[in-house]
Nanobody, 119 residues
Framework: QVQLVESGGGLVQAGGSLRLSCAAS????????MAWYRQAPGNQRKLVAL???????TYADSVKGRFTISRDKAKNMVYLEMNSLKPEDTAVYHC?????????????WGQGTQVTVSS
């Protein structure tokens, strides 16, 4: 069973930066699109950034120009570089593989990593 482990979150002031990492127990990254999601208290989990097998990226409008998703196939890792952070970026961040054409994901959710941005 695939296990996803997110790390790199923390408390940061508005305008600061963080780099999130996602590791998996199996070599799932090489053959799958990967995405970062976030869930703020009281809200639904939402897709933030996506990277395809070929390296194409897509971002939610709210993070365009501030966040960068990348992958290291050799290390089986996916990253989310977050700059110019805002208080509204506060959430638990998760990685996963989206199922094409749906809001579903392929793998069981990991614990996520908490990002808190203070004003």
């Amino acid at each position: 069973q695939v296990q996803l482990v997110e790390s790199g979150g923390g408390l940061v002031q508005a305008g600061g930066s963080l780099r999130l990492s996602c590791a998996a127990s199996g070599s799932i990254f090489r053959g799958n699109t990967m995405a970062w999601y976030r869930q703020a208290p009281g809200n639904q989990r939402k897709l933030v950034a996506l990277i395809t097998i070929g390296g194409s990226t897509t971002y939610a409008d709210s993070v365009k120009g501030r966040f960068t998703i990348s992958r290291d196939k050799a290390k089986n890792m996916v990253y989310l570089e977050m700059n110019s952070l805002k208080p509204e970026d506060t959430a638990v961040y998760h990685c996963n593989t989206p199922v094409d054409g749906t809001s579903l994901v392929r793998w069981q959710w990991g614990q996520g990593t908490q990002v808190t941005v203070s004003s």
